[in-house]
């Protein structure tokens, strides 16, 4: 079946650094991707769409310039945490849809943990 | 967004059938009744949808009352390994983008 990968899936960095994140379809192609973020004990969290070849769109609330995503192939999307600071430890997941019909399932990359120390 | 609303928590032993309820009484005529569950420390994964009727497969079967309003995902015989949370969600017929309630934590026992 279809399946999304994320890389990491754990890192650490220092507070002040910037942090790459990946998210793949390994085989289909994603047009569209989505972010979440998960902390202790909550739900997801959708932060931002991914649409390749073409601008995020954010949720109210996320910064766009902390949170840089990129799409730039139709199987590739990355999340990149930049200036990271302690509250931005969390669970970080994107899902992509498989089929090009609408309401087909979503699957979900298995996460990155971002400790920030 | 429609809202979906579920028990925080059930509790079942290993072997017993499970029903997990969901009220949406917002629900629209065109929103899809999609149930998600979560591992621990991992991604969600995709459960069982529907739209007005009733839908088995080999994870589960959706029980979807008449006017659409509540939805059961039912667990046949619950495993250790369905353990989990469980995510009721809607999503309108034309889009991807899926937004989480708070979902129901499921405890198996031995």
């Known amino acids: 079946g279809a399946v999304v990968s994320q890389h990491p899936s754990r890192v650490i960095c220092k507070s002040g650094t910037s942090v790459k994140i990946e998210c793949r379809s390994l085989?289909?192609?994603?047009?569209?991707m989505f972010w979440y973020r998960q902390f202790p004990k909550q739900s997801l969290m959708l932060m931002a769409t991914?649409?390749?070849?073409?601008?995020?769109?954010?949720e109210q609330g996320v910064e766009k310039d902390k949170f840089l995503i990129n799409h730039a192939s139709l199987t590739l999307s990355t999340l990149t945490v930049t200036s990271a600071h302690p509250e931005d430890s969390s669970f970080y997941i994107c899902s992509a849809r498989g089929k090009s019909s609408y309401n087909s399932p979503l699957h979900f990359g298995n996460g990155t943990r971002l400790t920030v120390t | 967004d429609a809202k979906t609303t579920q028990p925080n928590s059930m509790e079942s032993n290993e072997e017993e059938p499970v029903h997990l309820p969901c009220n949406h009484s917002?629900?629209?005529?065109?929103?899809?009744i999609h149930w998600y569950r979560q591992l621990p420390s991992q991604g969600p994964e995709y459960v069982i949808h529907?739209?007005?009727s009733n839908v088995n497969n080999r994870m589960a079967s959706l029980a979807i009352a008449e006017d659409r309003k509540s939805s059961t995902l039912i667990l046949h015989r619950a495993t250790l390994r369905d353990a989990a949370v469980y995510y009721c969600?809607?999503?309108?017929?034309?889009?991807?983008?899926?937004?989480f309630g708070t979902g129901t934590r499921l405890q198996v026992f031995p």
């Open positions: 991914s649409n390749e070849g073409s601008k995020a769109t954010y």
């Open positions: 969600i809607l999503r309108p017929y034309n889009t991807d983008k899926l937004i």
């Open positions: 085989d289909f192609q994603a047009t569209t």
């Open positions: 917002t629900i629209s005529g065109t929103d899809y």
């Open positions: 529907g739209l007005t």
